[in-house]
């Protein structure tokens, strides 16, 4: 059972639009959501995390929005550049575990056309 | 700091073959983790260890073994190689009790395996 559902499973977007990434989770109990970058060849790096007592966070042009109702967060990329096409991956974890295991999504493979 | 390295960086085996993959950092993390990433199924957990001398079965840890040799090194080792383990075997380590990035992982280079 998977415990991240991410969507969708890849993304078109054009240079300087807007690329949305949206994931969902049921666990009650995570409390930490990370989004992890890829590039081709490489391994993943963390992009940009929230903690659920905020509804949004913003670094640069890469926005995470957090819906605790709902479960769900998502990961906006304003004016996305052709630097940006990677894979994206978003993550939850339970704080309250030692053990520091991430649940992973999918994926999604964004491509940024010039 | 060279972070999480692995080796090998390629490998084909052929079935029924085993080989052990490498994996170490030098961040003086506690815990440590073997993903495999296939397309469209993301990052798949295959064991992982919170402490040196611990281990423990993550999401799809049939066919695999782990050795936390101490508390740098975690190797996986596929005893008889099969063409599903055909993968991208990614290491990665953490450090839970950091105040700063407590649940970031950082991850190896990867090793391209494929099965024949």
């Known amino acids: 059972q998977q415990q991240v559902k991410q969507s969708p499973q890849s993304l078109i977007v054009q240079k300087g639009g807007i690329s949305i990434i949206n994931c969902a989770y049921e666990?009650?109990?995570?409390?930490?959501f990370p989004w992890y970058q890829q590039f081709p060849g490489k391994g993943p790096a963390l992009l940009i995390a929230?903690?659920?007592?905020?509804s949004e966070k913003k670094e640069g042009r890469f926005t995470i929005s957090f819906n605790k109702s709902a479960k769900q967060f998502s990961l906006h990329i304003m004016d996305s550049q052709p630097g940006d096409s990677a894979t994206y991956f978003c993550?939850?974890?339970?704080?309250?575990?030692?053990?520091?295991?991430?649940?992973f999504g999918r994926g999604t493979q964004l491509t940024v056309w010039p | 700091n060279a972070g999480v390295t692995q080796t090998p960086k390629f490998q084909v085996l052929k079935t029924g073959q085993s080989m052990t993959l490498q994996c170490a950092q030098d961040?003086?993390?506690?815990?440590m983790y073997w993903y495999r990433q296939d397309p469209g199924m993301g990052l798949r957990l295959i064991y992982y260890?919170?402490?040196?001398?611990?281990?423990d079965k993550g999401e799809v840890p049939n066919g695999y073994n782990v050795s936390r040799l101490n508390k740098r090194e975690f190797s996986l080792r596929l005893e008889s190689a099969a063409p599903s383990q055909t993968s991208v075997y990614f290491c990665?380590?953490?450090?839970?009790?950091?105040?700063?990035?407590?649940?970031?992982?950082?991850f190896g280079p990867g090793t391209r395996l494929t099965v024949t």
């Open positions: 961040m003086n993390h506690n815990s």
């Open positions: 990665a380590s953490s450090e839970v009790r950091t105040a700063v990035s407590p649940y970031e992982q950082y």
């Open positions: 929230i903690r659920p007592d905020v």
């Open positions: 993550a939850a974890t339970d704080r309250g575990s030692t053990l520091g295991r991430l649940y």
């Open positions: 666990n009650t109990a995570f409390d930490y």
């Open positions: 260890s919170a402490s040196e001398g611990t281990t």
